[in-house]
């Protein structure tokens, strides 16, 4: 089973918690689904999305997206979320919070 953690700021912020604490009831339900598939190994809706990280589809409202690193085979790093309309955004977002956290190993 994958393990999965969360991205921590340097003030030790939780990024990822911040956002899906925002998120309506069934949609934070189905990223947590969606999670819990991913820990069971389903990387069906996964792609890399470049420096490291990854993204996860969410085919539901707007188009919900996670954003995570591996850490060896066994471990995900949450790194954020967001929608298709900030994507690209998003993307830049994690692949700096992923920097950060590999330079803090």
């Known amino acids: ?5 969360h991205y921590l700021d340097s003030k030790g912020r939780d990024i990822f918690a911040r956002w899906s604490g925002n998120l309506d009831r069934e949609a934070a339900g189905r990223i947590e689904r ?3 598939r991913l820990t069971y190994g ?4 996964v ?3 470049g420096g490291g990280v990854n993204e996860l589809k969410i085919d539901f409202g707007p188009g ?6 591996w850490q060896g085979d066994t471990l995900v790093i949450l ?6 309309k ?3 955004q998003d993307i830049r977002q994690a692949q700096e ?3 950060d956290f590999k330079s803090r190993l």
Not at 1 to 5: F, L, Q, T
Not at 42 to 45: A, C, I, L, R, Y
Not at 64 to 69: D, K
């Open 86 to 88: 900030r994507q690209q």
């Open 42 to 45: 389903n990387t069906s809706s």
């Open 79 to 84: 790194l954020g979320g967001g929608t298709k």
């Open 97 to 99: 919070r992923w920097s």
């Open 1 to 5: 089973m994958i393990e999965v953690n």
């Open 34 to 36: 969606a999670l819990l």
């Open 64 to 69: 919900y997206r996670v954003y995570f690193g």
């Open 47 to 49: 792609k890399a999305v």
